[in-house]
Protein backbone atom coordinates (compact mmCIF):
# COMPACT_ATOMS: atom_id res chain seq x y z
CA UNK A 1 0.00 0.00 0.00
CA UNK A 2 1.09 3.40 -0.86
CA UNK A 3 -0.43 7.04 0.45
CA UNK A 4 -0.13 9.75 -1.83
CA UNK A 5 -0.14 13.24 -0.25
CA UNK A 6 -0.55 16.00 -3.21
CA UNK A 7 -2.08 19.70 -3.70
CA UNK A 8 -4.02 19.45 -7.20
CA UNK A 9 -4.62 22.30 -8.69
CA UNK A 10 -6.92 23.23 -11.98
CA UNK A 11 -5.07 25.29 -14.69
CA UNK A 12 -5.96 26.83 -18.14
CA UNK A 13 -3.83 25.46 -21.49
CA UNK A 14 -1.77 28.52 -21.09
CA UNK A 15 -0.79 28.00 -17.91
CA UNK A 16 1.74 25.40 -19.13
CA UNK A 17 4.33 28.65 -20.21
CA UNK A 18 4.31 29.54 -16.57
CA UNK A 19 4.88 26.69 -15.65
CA UNK A 20 7.84 25.74 -17.95
CA UNK A 21 8.86 29.51 -16.69
CA UNK A 22 8.76 28.22 -13.21
CA UNK A 23 10.01 24.56 -13.26
CA UNK A 24 13.13 26.03 -15.26
CA UNK A 25 14.24 28.31 -12.12
CA UNK A 26 14.09 24.55 -10.19
CA UNK A 27 16.23 21.40 -9.88
CA UNK A 28 14.43 18.74 -12.39
CA UNK A 29 16.26 15.68 -11.38
CA UNK A 30 14.37 13.39 -14.04
CA UNK A 31 11.64 14.54 -16.52
CA UNK A 32 9.32 12.64 -18.60
CA UNK A 33 6.37 12.81 -21.00
CA UNK A 34 3.49 10.33 -21.96
CA UNK A 35 0.04 9.46 -22.96
CA UNK A 36 -1.88 7.40 -20.10
CA UNK A 37 -5.77 6.05 -20.60
CA UNK A 38 -7.75 4.96 -17.83
CA UNK A 39 -11.00 3.39 -17.36
CA UNK A 40 -13.17 3.44 -13.99
CA UNK A 41 -15.24 0.29 -12.83
CA UNK A 42 -17.98 -0.15 -10.82
CA UNK A 43 -21.40 -1.40 -9.89
CA UNK A 44 -24.46 -0.26 -11.60
CA UNK A 45 -25.43 1.09 -8.41
CA UNK A 46 -22.16 2.81 -7.89
CA UNK A 47 -21.61 0.16 -4.49
CA UNK A 48 -17.92 0.90 -4.16
CA UNK A 49 -18.13 5.04 -4.79
CA UNK A 50 -20.93 4.73 -1.84
CA UNK A 51 -18.07 3.45 -0.02
CA UNK A 52 -15.64 6.15 -1.17
CA UNK A 53 -13.66 3.57 -2.95
CA UNK A 54 -12.02 4.06 -6.72
CA UNK A 55 -11.34 1.34 -9.22
CA UNK A 56 -9.22 1.90 -12.05
CA UNK A 57 -6.96 0.35 -14.62
CA UNK A 58 -4.48 2.56 -16.29
CA UNK A 59 -2.77 2.07 -19.53
CA UNK A 60 0.26 2.87 -21.26
CA UNK A 61 2.78 1.81 -23.64
CA UNK A 62 1.88 -1.86 -23.45
CA UNK A 63 1.37 -2.12 -19.62
CA UNK A 64 -1.77 -2.04 -17.44
CA UNK A 65 -1.74 -1.14 -13.85
CA UNK A 66 -5.03 -1.77 -11.91
CA UNK A 67 -4.99 0.35 -9.03
CA UNK A 68 -7.49 0.43 -5.52
CA UNK A 69 -7.82 3.86 -3.87
CA UNK A 70 -9.53 3.99 -0.72
CA UNK A 71 -11.41 6.47 2.24
CA UNK A 72 -8.28 9.48 1.87
CA UNK A 73 -9.47 12.94 3.40
CA UNK A 74 -8.47 16.36 1.85
CA UNK A 75 -7.36 18.71 4.56
CA UNK A 76 -6.69 22.69 3.81
CA UNK A 77 -5.66 21.54 0.28
CA UNK A 78 -3.76 18.60 1.09
CA UNK A 79 -4.99 15.12 -0.75
CA UNK A 80 -4.04 12.20 1.12
CA UNK A 81 -5.59 8.94 0.13
CA UNK A 82 -4.14 4.91 0.48
CA UNK A 83 -3.59 3.10 -2.74
CA UNK A 84 -3.02 -0.12 -4.12
CA UNK A 85 -1.15 -0.72 -7.47
CA UNK A 86 -1.34 -4.09 -9.08
CA UNK A 87 0.35 -4.69 -12.19
CA UNK A 88 -2.23 -6.69 -14.71
CA UNK A 89 -2.24 -8.35 -18.18
CA UNK A 90 -6.09 -6.54 -19.60
CA UNK A 91 -8.53 -3.95 -19.40
CA UNK A 92 -10.45 -6.46 -17.18
CA UNK A 93 -10.53 -5.79 -13.67
CA UNK A 94 -9.59 -8.41 -11.60
CA UNK A 95 -10.97 -7.53 -7.50
CA UNK A 96 -8.51 -10.80 -6.54
CA UNK A 97 -5.62 -8.74 -7.34
CA UNK A 98 -5.85 -6.63 -3.89
CA UNK A 99 -6.08 -7.37 -0.21
CA UNK A 100 -9.29 -8.79 -0.19
CA UNK A 101 -9.95 -7.05 3.52
CA UNK A 102 -9.73 -3.93 1.77
CA UNK A 103 -13.66 -3.86 0.19
CA UNK A 104 -16.72 -3.22 2.23
CA UNK A 105 -18.56 -5.36 4.23
CA UNK A 106 -22.22 -5.51 2.77
CA UNK A 107 -21.37 -7.56 -0.84
CA UNK A 108 -18.63 -10.55 -1.37
CA UNK A 109 -15.73 -9.95 -3.54
CA UNK A 110 -17.39 -12.55 -6.06
CA UNK A 111 -20.60 -10.37 -6.21
CA UNK A 112 -18.58 -7.63 -6.79
CA UNK A 113 -16.63 -8.76 -9.41
CA UNK A 114 -19.58 -10.05 -11.55
CA UNK A 115 -21.32 -6.87 -11.27
CA UNK A 116 -18.53 -4.74 -12.38
CA UNK A 117 -18.90 -2.21 -15.13
CA UNK A 118 -17.00 0.48 -17.12
CA UNK A 119 -18.56 4.05 -15.80
CA UNK A 120 -16.10 6.12 -16.94
CA UNK A 121 -12.86 6.71 -19.07
CA UNK A 122 -10.02 9.70 -18.91
CA UNK A 123 -7.29 9.98 -21.16
CA UNK A 124 -4.76 12.31 -21.16
CA UNK A 125 -1.09 13.62 -21.55
CA UNK A 126 0.91 13.75 -18.65
CA UNK A 127 3.86 15.80 -18.90
CA UNK A 128 5.93 15.20 -15.56
CA UNK A 129 9.00 16.66 -13.52
CA UNK A 130 10.83 15.34 -10.07
CA UNK A 131 11.74 18.54 -8.52
CA UNK A 132 15.03 18.58 -6.09
CA UNK A 133 14.17 20.99 -3.20
CA UNK A 134 16.34 23.17 -1.19
CA UNK A 135 15.68 21.17 1.76
CA UNK A 136 16.38 17.65 0.20
CA UNK A 137 12.23 16.84 -0.58
CA UNK A 138 11.53 15.89 -3.86
CA UNK A 139 8.53 16.79 -5.57
CA UNK A 140 6.47 15.15 -8.73
CA UNK A 141 5.00 18.01 -10.90
CA UNK A 142 2.37 16.27 -12.85
CA UNK A 143 1.11 18.99 -15.86
CA UNK A 144 -2.30 16.45 -17.65
CA UNK A 145 -4.37 17.78 -20.55
CA UNK A 146 -7.14 15.61 -21.57
CA UNK A 147 -10.39 14.34 -21.21
CA UNK A 148 -12.92 13.01 -18.98
CA UNK A 149 -15.18 10.98 -21.14
CA UNK A 150 -18.69 8.83 -20.30
CA UNK A 151 -20.93 8.05 -22.79
CA UNK A 152 -20.94 10.22 -25.66
CA UNK A 153 -20.33 13.26 -23.03
CA UNK A 154 -16.65 14.87 -22.25
CA UNK A 155 -15.15 17.18 -19.87
CA UNK A 156 -11.66 18.62 -20.44
CA UNK A 157 -9.17 18.00 -17.91
CA UNK A 158 -6.60 20.84 -17.60
CA UNK A 159 -4.54 20.39 -13.86
CA UNK A 160 -1.58 20.72 -12.17
CA UNK A 161 -0.17 18.26 -9.42
CA UNK A 162 2.25 17.94 -6.93
CA UNK A 163 3.24 15.21 -4.92
CA UNK A 164 5.32 14.66 -2.18
CA UNK A 165 7.76 11.47 -3.23
CA UNK A 166 10.25 12.00 -0.35
CA UNK A 167 10.73 14.46 2.46
CA UNK A 168 9.00 17.31 4.22
CA UNK A 169 4.99 18.35 3.29
CA UNK A 170 6.30 22.40 3.52
CA UNK A 171 7.53 21.63 0.00
CA UNK A 172 4.83 21.14 -1.66
CA UNK A 173 3.66 24.25 -0.04
CA UNK A 174 7.14 26.52 -0.78
CA UNK A 175 6.85 24.93 -4.55
CA UNK A 176 2.99 25.86 -4.92
CA UNK A 177 3.39 29.56 -3.73
CA UNK A 178 5.74 29.89 -6.82
CA UNK A 179 3.69 28.41 -8.91
CA UNK A 180 0.69 30.74 -7.70
CA UNK A 181 2.61 33.78 -8.48
CA UNK A 182 1.75 34.74 -11.92
CA UNK A 183 -1.88 33.72 -11.26
CA UNK A 184 -4.31 31.34 -13.39
CA UNK A 185 -4.28 28.91 -11.30
CA UNK A 186 -7.18 27.27 -8.68
CA UNK A 187 -6.98 24.72 -6.11
CA UNK A 188 -8.99 21.75 -6.60
CA UNK A 189 -10.54 19.72 -4.41
CA UNK A 190 -11.90 17.00 -6.86
CA UNK A 191 -10.11 14.38 -8.02
CA UNK A 192 -10.39 12.86 -12.09
CA UNK A 193 -12.58 10.23 -10.48
CA UNK A 194 -14.59 12.54 -8.59
CA UNK A 195 -15.32 14.67 -12.33
CA UNK A 196 -15.93 11.29 -13.83
CA UNK A 197 -18.57 10.58 -11.50
CA UNK A 198 -20.23 13.70 -11.86
CA UNK A 199 -20.02 13.50 -16.01
CA UNK A 200 -22.15 9.66 -15.55
CA UNK A 201 -24.77 11.27 -13.27
CA UNK A 202 -25.11 14.57 -15.27
CA UNK A 203 -24.10 16.46 -12.36
CA UNK A 204 -21.84 19.90 -13.24
CA UNK A 205 -21.29 20.65 -9.73
CA UNK A 206 -20.21 23.93 -8.53
CA UNK A 207 -17.21 26.98 -9.07
CA UNK A 208 -13.92 25.83 -7.60
CA UNK A 209 -13.00 29.26 -5.59
CA UNK A 210 -9.76 30.74 -6.42
CA UNK A 211 -6.66 30.14 -4.23
CA UNK A 212 -4.21 32.85 -4.03
CA UNK A 213 -0.86 33.25 -2.38
CA UNK A 214 -2.49 34.53 0.79
CA UNK A 215 -4.59 31.17 1.21
CA UNK A 216 -1.25 29.55 0.66
CA UNK A 217 0.06 31.68 3.48
CA UNK A 218 -2.35 30.74 5.95
CA UNK A 219 -1.90 26.97 4.58
CA UNK A 220 1.58 27.04 5.83
CA UNK A 221 0.50 28.70 9.15
CA UNK A 222 -1.26 24.97 8.87
CA UNK A 223 2.06 23.09 8.53
CA UNK A 224 2.05 21.26 12.10
CA UNK A 225 -1.40 19.60 11.73
CA UNK A 226 -0.59 19.22 7.94
CA UNK A 227 2.91 17.73 9.09
CA UNK A 228 0.92 15.43 11.60
CA UNK A 229 -1.54 14.32 8.60
CA UNK A 230 1.20 13.12 6.49
CA UNK A 231 2.71 11.13 8.91
CA UNK A 232 -0.28 9.45 10.03
CA UNK A 233 -0.14 5.88 9.25
Not at 4 to 32: C, G, M, N, R, Y
Not at 55 to 67: A, E, N, P
Not at 181 to 199: F, P
Request: negative net charge; glycine residues 6%; proline residues 5%.
Amino acid sequence: METEIELKFFVSPDFSETLLSKIAETKVLQHSCRELGNTYFDTPDNWLRQHDIGLRIRRFDDVFVQTMKTAGRVVAGLHQRPEFNAEHTSNDPDLALHPLDIYPEGRSVEELQAQLVPIFATDFTREQWLIGMADGSQVEVAFDQGLVSSGDKTYPICEVELELKSGQTDALFTLARAFCEAGGIRLGNLSKAARGYRLAADYAGDPVKSWNWWTLRIQTVLKPALFNLSNTP
